[in-house]
Nanobody, 123 residues
């Protein structure tokens, strides 16, 4: 089993930045590819970014390309999402996911999920 814990969410004004982190514990050799998803109230969970076990190339959702950057540090068992130029439509609960062989934009292949961290972007 792999446990994932997200941190770094909060309230930020539009145009600002936040840095989310996800710490993995347990059988960390099983984390495989890791990703970030987000879910706003009343909406489906949306792919944000994913990165392979050895790092790049990363994949990004169309709505965040050029603004968000995913990275990972296997020695520290962490994956990070740097979010710049935030917009109100980025407001959502952000989830860390792990456990696929390769980075994927789909929810189903990920075996492990964190509890989520709230990101709120105000005007």
């Amino acid at each position: 089993q792999v446990q994932l814990v997200e941190s770094g969410g909060g309230l930020v004004q539009a145009g600002g930045s936040l840095r989310l982190s996800c710490a993995a514990s347990g059988r960390t050799l099983s984390t495989g590819a890791m990703g970030w998803f987000r879910q706003a109230p009343g909406k489906e969970r949306e792919f944000v970014a994913a990165i392979g076990w050895r790092g790049g190339p990363a994949e990004y959702g169309d709505s965040v390309k050029g603004r968000f950057t995913i990275s990972r540090d296997n020695a520290a068992n962490t994956v990070t999402l740097q979010m710049n130029s935030l917009k109100p439509e980025d407001t959502a609960t952000y989830y860390c996911a792990a456990g696929t062989f390769v980075p994927t934009t789909s929810v189903a292949p990920y075996k492990y999920w964190g509890q989520g961290t709230q990101v709120t972007v105000s005007l």
